[in-house]
């Protein structure tokens, strides 16, 4: 195997299982109670956590329907572009190859930030009548 190909190796095996997994969620409608089991976090809290909602959100955007989806799991909605975006960088660093190869580092101010984004989003689609409810 070619020193790209080796190199790309992981971000294309990364999407081919992603790839299945989307295939799968959009020929087995996730809208049916237990299809897919159940979460974890909502059989025993009662409470939403922040990916609940999110295999129905992928199936809603299979078929192309981003109010459903984002009603499932706005946050997931909210996020895709943005890894994607990062998943295509990445495959382009590693296609050019040299220096730019390094790991991406994120600051610590993302993490923080993104944290907080996903306990208020939890807090939020947990209160009584909350829209965001899974």
């Not at 095996?13 to 809208?31: E, I, S, Y």
Request: proline share 7%; with cysteine; glycine share 8%.
């Amino acid at each position: 195997m070619g020193a790209r190909a080796q190199r790309l190796a992981a971000p294309l095996g990364a999407a081919a299982l992603v790839a299945v997994a989307t295939l799968a969620l959009a020929v087995r409608d996730p809208h049916r109670p237990g299809s897919w089991g159940w979460c974890p976090t909502q059989v025993l809290t009662h409470l939403d956590c922040p990916a609940c909602g999110s295999l129905r959100a992928v199936h809603d955007l299979t078929q192309l329907d981003l109010s459903a989806a984002a009603s499932s799991n706005l946050l997931l909605v909210v996020a895709l572009p943005v890894v994607l975006v990062l998943w295509l960088r990445r495959v382009v660093v590693l296609w050019r190859g040299g220096e730019a190869m390094r790991p991406l580092t994120v600051p610590t101010a993302v993490w923080v930030v993104g944290m907080g984004v996903a306990v208020v989003f939890t807090v939020a689609r947990n209160l009584p009548g909350s829209w965001l409810a899974a």
